[in-house]
Nanobody, 114 residues
Framework: HVQLVESGGGSVQPGGPLRLSCAAS???????RVWWIRQAPGKGFEWVSIIVGSGNVTYYPDSVKGRFTISRDNAKNTLYLEMRSLRTEDTAVYYC????????WGEGTQVTVS
C-alpha cells in the first residue's frame, strides 16, 4: 500500500535553513508528481511546491518562491524540500502528498520558526 513518511522537521530561528524528506513506498514513485503542502496553526492547507515525476519541472507559490527548493531522488524513492531564509510565517505542519488512483498524504512533520 502507498506510504509517505515525512522527516526533518524541527525548530529553527528566523533566517535559518531546514531540509525535509519524504520517503515513499507502495507505488512507482517516478511515475507521479508529488506535492509539499503545509498547514499553519489555525489556517487552511497551502501547497508550497510541486514536482513532476521526472523531477525536471517544479512549481512554487509566490510565498516561498526563491526560498524553497523541491527535489526528488527517484532511485531512493525520496522527496526533499530545501527551505532557507525561513520566516515565522513558515511555521506549519508540512505534508508530502501524491495522487495515483487515490490521493495520499503522509502524517506530516512540524516546522517551527521562532
Amino acid at each position: 500500500h502507498v506510504q509517505l513518511v515525512e522527516s526533518g522537521g524541527g525548530s529553527v530561528q528566523p533566517g535559518g535553513p531546514l531540509r525535509l524528506s519524504c520517503a515513499a513506498s507502495g507505488f512507482t514513485f517516478s511515475d507521479y508528481r508529488v506535492w509539499w503542502i503545509r498547514q499553519a496553526p489555525g489556517k487552511g492547507f497551502e501547497w508550497v511546491s510541486i514536482i513532476v515525476g521526472s523531477g525536471n519541472v517544479t512549481y512554487y507559490p509566490d510565498s516561498v518562491k526563491g526560498r524553497f527548493t523541491i527535489s526528488r531522488d527517484n532511485a531512493k524513492n525520496t522527496l526533499y524540500l530545501e527551505m532557507r531564509s525561513l520566516r515565522t510565517e513558515d511555521t506549519a505542519v508540512y505534508y508530502c502528498a501524491t495522487s495515483t488512483s487515490m490521493h495520499y498524504w503522509g502524517e506530516g512533520t512540524q516546522v517551527t520558526v521562532s
